[in-house]
């Protein structure tokens, strides 16, 4: 590998581990301040923005194991933020719902979170936010290709 290569994969790993801590500790302290942990926040926005409804498609789509998912749903639901109810197609599957505590929840969640990346992206003249954007699309893309082709 050249030189130039070596010192630029460098570099991306260093901003990449910083960009995903800093974005980690923000996604931590904003739940804190709803007496979240990080977790229930993602499944709360899961539920919310992207109409996950069961608790199998909550751990695909955090990607972890359906035995982490019971006690995040658990937690949730003793706090009155969803609900479950068997499925009406199969009893066996539970369905999941915000309850309107938990929509109230999720909503001002997303809002910070969108306001927060909106100053960010003050920070940057139109055009650089245009090609910061692309490129994070593309670093995305690229890092999911990466991911599918070591995967066993």
Known sequence: MSSWKSKQAQELATLTRALSHCCLDKE???CQSFGLHA????VLAAMQRDNVATPSEVAEHLGIGNSRV???IDRLAKKGLVLRTESGQDRRVKQLILTEAGRAIAGRLQKYETELHESLLGHFPA???KFLLDSLHELRA???SVRRS???
């Open 150 to 152: 070591i995967e066993p």
């Open 39 to 42: 977790a229930d926040g993602r």
């Open 70 to 72: 019971t006690p995040l």
């Open 28 to 30: 931590e302290r904003i």
């Open 127 to 129: 055009a650089k936010r």
């Open 142 to 144: 690229a890092m999911d």
